[in-house]
């Protein structure tokens, strides 16, 4: 038994599927299959059931899984601490994120960070909110950034941005000119919804169950993806959609769409930066969220979050460009 063995056989339980791990392990599904085959003769048990849609560990399986992430994780902390024994602040971050911010503010901040920074290489990957944040618990990612957070004991999450969220529509529909509309109005008016998964929907919806509106009650016509589509369709006239304001600031520049105020309701939100609670950080990770920490407090939201699930907002401030750090 070799350690790729059972990061193999770890990434097919995660992913319950023999083929994905294979593509994210870079070798051939026939390949995967034969070193799961080594590891049961090893062990003299059958460690996957292999007979339903998805692959499922036994009973056996389990519990090479469950030391076998912990293998996993002593691992990352020996390669971690070891790389992180130079004076100087390098190394690549891994960084997920959902179109809100993987789209509108991490673009820029990214750039900021890399010119204090220039040691550091960063690889930035958008997908919607959930992906992101398995993603996150699975390992792939060391820091992922999203619009909306679930409170999940294995997951630590923290301010990135203050956002809101607002509904609009094209320039040429009956509402750009109004001033307000009414919740009743909103509800019957057809609607663009982005995807299940996606961070706007998710706190949309919440908003709608504080404002005493069931979502299911929105006159949905189409699902569009994420943010990008969802605008797209608005614009060629396709019904109103809530968008953050971070994505439309050129729309609303040029004209191409038009803000709508809807009665007693406004949605403030922060984006966050999410991350595995027992995973250890690279110092390189330790210093991109101090830099997210300080951009935060420099910005000086008002008011309290809009969404649920994060960290102390008084997190110790992570290491400068030549500074060491603790990876705890």
Known sequence: ??????????RIVERKSFSLAADEMRIT???ASQQVRSLERELEAVLLDRSRRTVVPTDAGQVLYRYGREILDLDERIHTEILDLGELVAGRVLVGASTGPGDNVL??????FKREYP???????VDDTH???????????????????TPRPELVAEPLARDEIVLVCAPGHPWAARPTVTLEEL????????????????VVEEHLRRAGVRPERLNIVMEMGLMESAKQAAIAGGGVTFLSRWAIGPDLEHGTLSVVSVEGFRILRDFYTVRSRTRVLSRAAEALLAYFREQYAEAAPAGPSA??????????????KGDRCSSS
């Open 1 to 10: 038994m070799d350690i790729r063995q059972i990061r193999l056989f770890c």
């Open 29 to 31: 599904q026939p390949a």
């Open 107 to 112: 673009p820029a901040m990214l750039t900021r």
């Open 119 to 125: 040691g550091v290489s960063i690889s930035l990957h």
């Open 131 to 149: 992906t992101v944040i398995e993603r996150v618990l699975s390992r792939e990612f060391e820091i992922g950034a999203v619009g909306a957070v």
């Open 187 to 202: 509800v019957a008016e057809p609607h663009l919804m982005q995807q299940q998964g996606a961070g706007v929907r998710s």
């Open 307 to 320: 969404t649920i699930g994060h960290a102390s907002r008084h997190a110790t401030r992570g290491p400068r």
